[in-house]
């Protein structure tokens, strides 16, 4: 089945514990992204990856890391977690940019 | 910069009623791509429509159908003969070609509009 994953679904955590999000895709999409939902404020992108060893920042960088070190998984880590940083997050990937992306089931993170 | 404005927050309507949501979008660039993603209750991201800025052609699928107007910047989405099962809530997108090249990796969404649809 073709499908994006995200683990942990929900995470609850302390200010400064370094954390890792992972996801995964099995479409052998070139294109993955991570974003952030928040109430009023839509989906903001925070990171996305054109291709293999290839990032770049989306609209709300500051705080998070990503790395493509392979197609098919894209973590976003957050080094140093602060309480703004908690919100519900979406992996996405598409065959390329801009097509339609294909999204995982979310991870809420809350940051104590 | 792009931006995506949809100014209505919440909709609440009774089954079978017509509704449209409005989409409004700013951007600097020529070639552009719009999206529409519906997000029901049960919080996953699904998409529904794709429109680049060369076709202006409005595009009906079922009770669902889009109207793309460069001259207003807006890519409205109406729902005709609305159902409960549309209840969701329903997001515009943008993705336009960073630093006027050719790569699309950005996409800025707008707020969001909550669609209710009462039985």
């Known amino acids: 089945e073709a499908q994006v994953t995200q683990n942990p679904r929900y995470l609850i955590t302390v200010t400064g514990k370094k954390l890792t999000v992972t996801c995964s895709q099995n479409?052998?999409?070139?294109?993955m992204s991570w974003y952030r939902q928040d109430p009023g404020l839509g989906l903001r992108q925070i990171y996305y990856?054109?291709?293999?060893?290839?990032?770049d920042k989306g609209d709300v960088p500051e705080g998070y890391k990503v790395s493509r070190k392979e197609k098919r998984n894209f973590p976003l880590i957050l080094e140093s977690p602060s309480p703004n940083q908690t919100s519900l997050y979406f992996c996405?990937?598409?065959?390329?940019?801009?097509?339609?992306?294909?999204f995982g089931p979310g991870t809420r993170l809350t940051v104590t | 910069a792009q931006k995506v404005t949809q100014a209505q927050t919440e909709i609440s309507v009774v089954e079978k009623e017509d509704v449209t949501l409005d989409c409004v979008y700013e951007t600097r660039d020529t070639t552009y791509y719009l999206f529409w993603y519906k997000q029901p209750p049960s919080g996953e991201l699904v998409f529904l429509i794709r429109r680049n800025s060369f076709d202006e052609q409005n595009e009906i699928s079922g009770r669902y159908s889009w109207n793309f107007q460069k001259s207003t910047s807006s890519f409205n989405f109406t729902i005709t003969a609305s159902q409960v099962v549309d209840s969701a809530v329903y997001f515009c997108a943008l993705s336009e070609a960073i630093a006027g090249g050719t790569s699309y990796g950005k996409l800025t969404f707008g707020q969001g509009t909550i669609l209710t649809v009462h039985p």
């Open positions: 996405a990937s598409s065959l390329t940019g801009p097509r339609e992306q294909y």
């Open positions: 479409m052998n999409h070139e294109y």
């Open positions: 990856s054109m291709n293999v060893e290839v990032t």
